[in-house]
């Protein structure tokens, strides 16, 4: 819960001094400058005015905080402490004690300790004028204060070098368990543009959420901008952007997270803006690829996409990256960091492509193989979290790991199912998609996804519990359609229909054609499998012809629809073993017999180099 930028603050209070206080929003510090003067006059006065303690929160950005009245301060403390993991938190406290005497008491340099402030500037005044100040820090053996100093002596307190010194003994000294554990503080930035569609939106943001906290974060704040086009340099503008880093200094986020994809340009802008590390959708999905990556092929293409996603991002990743120029004070070196770092990623790019052509040549002999044994393939597919992994462990018991979290497994398994007329098929379960698919993990995954278009029939699991199914199934339809499977025989299960009201999944089925489940209670499994026996292509029978060499056009359609496993040729035609799926076989003994009978009235049969239309 986000607190109020006023704390301590008395109920009665005079109108005039209550906005004085608020005022301190509007106050900027110089970033390299512990406290300056007008700052202190300004606190000495009101704590005069008030005859209490008043103070300020200031962030190394130097916009003001949080203002604060008095000892009593409700929730702060909680908040500053372990704001950034093992540093100091980013802020500093100049306080007015209402006394002409301003060396900190020890509660306050506890304080100073205890939640890790960059700097306490305590400053003394009589009649709301400022006597003396004292500027306390950390260091390696705690606290270590200095002063008294006059109020013009404050501008030779420089505060960037006595933070640099404080966090560098910080980091020398043992963690913290608890800090250790602490959970990365998130932002989370969509950018809406009214009147066109695939923007940011609430349900975006909120799928955004679900990502992050699948990375780990914890999301602190979302922010929904809106403008007529998207900023070519900072994507939100740069008045959105200050507000952006207020916001940032507030909740103490160690990173922002856009709902859309960033220039490598604009990602940098961000950064230098905003202190803090800067992602976007596409570099948030890949790092919850590489987590969720088990197998050996897994974890290549998760390498491969990020290294596709970060060749054109290494400019500006450092000093040391520096370009490669010419003429005067440029030569002799020879190669830079940044053509080191480029040359490197390339050849391990093209050193994964090479390993991962090798597997899909495995895939593509396993395919072969279920093909000779007249196996059908189903693909299960589907927006992520749709409960894909649930079904197939509901349909073949295959103990593939199960949660609700967003890409909780990437690995495809295959597992032989039962059907109910008898024989059987192969289920196999496939990566999860989303919305604004990274187009690096598509080209990655290419051969992964194979399994989706070599495969006899598509089941598209769909979660119509989801308050907004029709996008997740219009965005998996999209996606199918570029793979080049979009006009495969498809079942749409509708998926945890346990948890609609009553009656909700019947309107569901009869307006999408699909068949309802809970594949989590076992409901309507059945019906589902009933369904994929009805769709799957007819079974392959194995048949001997006498194909005449006035009819030999028919040997193309078996050759290609089929597999010729032996042939003899005689006097008058060639004698052919073959497997074919039904419908064909039957297809060309009807055109043999026609052959035979001297044609019909449909016309001669065709010549040997003639297309056969009806295949």
């Known amino acids: 819960m986000r607190l109020p930028f006023l704390l301590g603050v008395p109920p009665r209070l005079s109108p005039s001094i209550r906005q004085e206080l608020s005022r301190l929003r509007t106050f900027v510090v110089r970033e390299d400058l512990a406290c300056p003067p007008e700052l202190a006059r300004q606190l000495a006065s009101l704590a005069h005015r008030m005859q209490r303690e008043v103070g300020v929160l200031v962030s190394r950005h130097g916009t003001v905080v949080y203002g604060l009245v008095g000892r009593s301060w409700p ?15 980013g802020l500093r406290l100049v306080l007015a004690y209402n006394q002409a005497l301003s060396e900190p008491t020890e509660s306050d340099l506890d304080l100073l300790e205890r939640v890790r402030l960059d700097l306490l500037v305590t400053v003394g005044h009589r009649k709301g004028t400022p006597t003396e100040a004292w500027v306390s820090f950390l260091d390696h053996r705690g606290p270590r204060v200095e002063g008294p100093l006059a109020l013009e002596e404050l501008e030779t307190v420089r505060s960037t070098e006595r933070i640099r010194s404080a966090e560098a003994a910080l980091r020398r000294l043992p963690g913290d368990p608890e800090e250790d554990r602490r959970v990365e503080r998130a932002i989370l930035v969509g950018l809406q543009v009214p009147g066109r569609d695939g923007w940011s939106t609430d349900g975006t943001l909120e799928e955004l959420r679900r990502l992050a906290e699948t990375a780990g974060a914890e999301v602190v704040d979302v922010v929904l901008q809106t403008r007529a086009r998207p900023d070519p340099g900072t994507l939100i503008g740069r008045g959105k952007v200050g507000e952006l880093r207020s916001l940032v200094e507030l909740e103490a986020a160690d990173l922002v997270i856009f709902d859309e994809e960033l220039s490598p340009a604009q990602q940098r802008t961000l950064e230098e803006e905003l202190g803090v590390k800067v992602l976007d959708r596409t570099a948030l999905v890949l790092d919850i690829f590489a987590h969720r990556a088990r197998t ?50 390339r050849a391990r790019i093209t050193d994964l492509q090479r390993e991962i052509a090798t597997l899909s040549r495995v895939r593509r002999t396993q395919r072969r193989a279920r093909k000779q044994a007249r196996m059908p393939v189903v693909a299960l597919v589907g927006y992520t979290n749709a409960g894909k992994s649930t079904l197939l462990n509901a349909l073949t018991r295959a103990g593939v790991l199960v949660e609700d979290r967003l890409f909780a497994t990437l690995d495809p398994t295959a597992r032989r199912v039962r059907l109910p007329g008898g024989g059987s098929a192969v289920l196999v379960d496939t990566v999860g998609f989303i919305r604004k698919l990274p187009p690096q993990l598509i080209a990655a995954f290419r051969a992964t996804l194979e399994e989706v278009t070599e495969a006899d029939v598509l089941v598209h699991v769909l979660d119509v519990s989801h308050p907004d199914w029709p996008m997740q199934r219009r965005v998996v339809e999209e996606i199918l359609a570029d793979l080049g499977a979009g006009a495969k025989p498809t079942v749409l299960a509708l998926n945890k229909t346990d948890r609609l009201p009553a009656g909700e999944a019947q309107r569901i089925a009869a307006q999408t054609g699909g068949v309802p489940i809970s594949a989590l209670h076992g409901i309507g499994l059945e019906a589902l499998l009933l369904k994929i026996q009805q769709v799957l292509p007819e079974p392959v029978t194995r048949v001997t012809l006498e194909v005449p060499y006035a009819q030999a056009g028919i040997l193309h359609a078996l050759y290609e629809h089929g597999r010729v496993l032996a042939r003899r040729d005689g006097p008058e035609g060639m004698r052919v073993e073959v497997e074919a799926p039904c419908f064909l076989v039957r297809r060309i003994q009807a055109l043999l017999q026609r052959g035979l009978s001297g044609g019909d009235e449909g016309g001669p049969p065709p010549s040997p180099r003639s297309p056969l239309p009806w295949i």
């Not at 402490?81 to 540093?87: A, I, N, Q, S, T």
């Open 75 to 89: 929730g702060l403390e909680e908040r500053l402490r372990g704001r950034r993991k093992g540093l100091l938190c």
């Open 296 to 345: 050996r092929e897994g974890a290549l293409q998760v390498e491969l996409a990020q290294l596709t996603y970060l060749l054109p991002r290494l400019t500006g990743r450092g000093v040391l990256l520096s370009r490669l120029g010419g003429g005067i004070g440029t030569r002799g070196p020879g190669e830079t960091k940044l053509e080191t770092d480029r040359r490197r990623i």
